[in-house]
């Protein structure tokens, strides 16, 4: 698990120093009722990370694991928009070196350990591989938001 330790471990470093210069106001901003704000990304990671948190350690106290999937739905009940972006800035970062930690010391007899969602299988080892590709389809997401909110405030 050495070379997702080091990928997950590269995206925070890069992220974080990208993303630390944002302002809460611009990181509160929808583009449209459906494109969530950047504060709602990085929520939604961090919503992700709590999630694999769970799965990453049970995952290596019993074989198979029934454990609820997440609902999209967190992010209204939340309400990341209100939460300062700084805060939510410096969790996801440390939610995610503890994840880094955890990886890294994985017991590797545990690998093969289950989850079971919507019917499949799903190996510890995959949920860490899993995990990161995830992210790194919200870190585009975020990218691709940034972005969108320039060229909307330079359009204002």
């Excluded at 302002?23 to 929520?43: M, Y």
Aim: hydrophobic fraction near 35%; charge should be negative.
């Amino acid at each position: 698990m050495r070379s997702e330790t080091l990928r997950l471990r590269k995206h925070i470093d890069e992220q974080y120093e990208l993303y630390c210069g944002i302002d809460d106001t611009t990181a509160s901003i929808n583009v449209s009722p459906d494109a969530w704000s950047v504060k709602e990304i990085f929520g939604h990671l961090i919503d992700s990370a709590a999630n694999n948190y769970q799965r990453f350690i049970r995952l290596q106290e019993v074989s198979h694991l029934d454990f609820p999937g997440y609902d999209y739905n967190w992010i209204k009940i939340i309400k990341y928009n209100s939460y300062p972006y700084s805060q939510l800035l410096e969790l996801w970062k440390q939610f995610n070196l503890l994840l880094c930690h955890i990886i890294e010391n994985l017991d590797e007899s545990k690998k093969e350990n289950s989850w079971k969602n919507e019917g499949r299988d799903l190996s510890l080892s995959f949920l860490v591989t899993d995990y990161i590709d995830h992210l790194e389809i919200h870190l585009s997401q975020l990218a691709e938001r940034l972005k969108a909110i320039r060229e909307k405030s330079a359009g204002s």
